[in-house]
């Protein structure tokens, strides 16, 4: 067994995965985050293992709409002018990663790592006993207008079948059966049996963390600096001291943009900045989450009342939340639920979004001994358990179980 140091930078649910991973086959594994663990994006999701998430959004068609959507204050994508200059590397590739050999490249990687996703989930949950966390009621995406589902089941959700996603067409009746406080503001639309959720994304993460240090992991709370690789290893430099690993993970989410910077190299992730609500809905509940695909926003039921969860801001990490963005959202789920819910508590969070939809996973060209797990976008609760265990394969110099090629950082270069 090899006991090697390792330090992983950013305890979100990426770095937590990778971290138990790399603990389980022998590491000695310090986790250091400047925050309590699970905080970061990872707080705030939509808490869907969206196995239906097969489908990069990179593509003309998309490219086409979104300057109607970035006009229409009431669509899900928003930006703030001044987070231009940043998004222009990453539009560059967006652009790039649309053309059709690009996407279907990004969809058959995309497809690989969904096909390990689900076995990689069971393999952590199990291990880190969180299981009670999870529930299996699939998930709903509902349509206001007939044209607009006609379009989708001849589209996107034709494309998601060949995918391998199952899924099941329902009209508005077989909906209302399945969650009767629903207002009829929808046609039907499409349930994917197999979408897991959890009811509590925080809880998650601090489930693992507790397992984690109950099996000898240590978590460091301070910033990371810089990391500064050698020949013999990595020196991490926190705020008021160095330490020395054998070998450096590097999951810290968006930041990881800026320390792999001071290394010379330039990835374009992005702010995706997302927002939820939680939501008192009274005496009425859902069973699973419910997404309104028309506004791109889903209802999730959760511990602490029913997560109002979307929209796509462009926008500087440390913007204030843009009360504009919670306050559509609202109006949907008003509309969703014909109720007017009072709100419990309201957040932001950035998504740290890559060009091409596909996450950065790997061990560095440049820089051996660091590997990195990060740009996970709206898939980061999906993909972290794989991630992990990709990470350790890298480590442990096995063969992986799928091409990690296209996840590669230098792709974008
Ligand atoms: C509204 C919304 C809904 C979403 N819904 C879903 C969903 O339903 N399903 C899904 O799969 N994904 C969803 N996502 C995406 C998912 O939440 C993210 O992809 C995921 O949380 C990213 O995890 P991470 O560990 O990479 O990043 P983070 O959770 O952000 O973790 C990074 C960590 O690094 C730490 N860090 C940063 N810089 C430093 C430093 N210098 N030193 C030390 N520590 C540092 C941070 O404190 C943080 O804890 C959603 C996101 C949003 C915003």
Not at 73 to 93: C, D, E, H, N, W
Not at 352 to 358: A, M, N, R, V
Not at 392 to 406: A, F, M, R, V, Y
Request: glycine residues 8%; proline residues 5%; aromatic residues 8%.
């Amino acid at each position: 067994m090899d006991s090697s140091q390792i330090g992983v930078v950013g305890g979100g649910v990426v770095g937590l995965a990778t971290a138990i991973f790399l603990q389980q086959a022998g590491y000695q594994v310090t986790l250091i985050d400047k925050e309590a663990p699970g905080m970061g994006a990872s707080f705030g999701n939509a808490g869907l293992f969206a196995d239906y998430a097969r489908l990069p959004f990179a593509n003309f068609s998309m490219l086409r709409k979104m300057p109607r959507m970035l006009l229409d204050k009431s669509s899900p994508l928003s930006m703030q002018f001044s987070y231009l200059p940043s998004l222009i590397p990453y539009g560059k590739a967006f652009v790039k990663a649309c053309f059709p050999a690009n996407y279907t490249h990004a969809k058959a990687a995309m497809r690989a790592l969904q096909e390990h996703a689900q076995q990689a989930d069971e393999a952590l949950l199990n291990l880190t006993q969180a299981q009670d966390l999870i529930k299996s009621e699939g998930c709903l995406g509902l349509f206001a207008s007939e044209e607009g589902f006609a379009a989708a089941q001849r589209g996107d959700l034709q494309q998601r079948r060949e995918q391998g996603v199952e899924l099941e067409f329902l009209n508005a009746t077989q909906v209302h059966a399945l969650e009767p406080n629903l207002a009829a503001f929808h046609v039907g639309g499409v349930f994917y049996p197999k979408t897991r959720f959890t009811v509590s994304p925080v809880e998650l993460s601090r489930r693992y963390a507790r397992h984690f240090t109950a099996h000898g992991g240590v978590i460091l709370q301070d910033e990371v600096q810089a990391l500064v690789p050698n020949d013999n290893g990595v020196v991490v430099r926190l705020s008021d001291r160095d330490i020395s690993y054998d070998r450096v993970v590097l999951c810290a989410g968006l930041a990881s943009k800026h320390l792999l910077a001071k290394l010379g190299i330039k990835v374009p992730i992005v702010s995706e900045r997302g927002y939820h609500l939680t939501l008192d809905l009274g005496e009425k509940s859902l069973s699973r989450p419910v997404g309104w695909l028309d506004k791109s926003v889903f209802l999730t039921p959760m511990e602490d009342g029913v997560r109002l969860a979307g929209t796509a801001e462009f926008a500087s990490a440390d913007a204030p939340l843009n009360e504009a963005r919670t306050a559509a959202m609202l109006d949907h789920a008003k509309v969703m639920l014909d109720n007017n819910p009072s709100i419990k508590s309201s957040w932001v969070g950035s998504r740290p979004s890559t060009p091409d939809t596909l996450p950065v996973i790997g061990s560095l060209e440049r820089y051996p001994r660091i590997t990195v797990g990060f740009g996970h976008g709206h898939l980061g609760l999906t993909f972290a358990a794989v991630t992990g265990q990709l990470i350790t394969e890298s480590l442990l110099g096995q063969t992986h179980k799928i091409d990690i090629n296209p996840f590669s950082a230098t792709r974008f270069s």
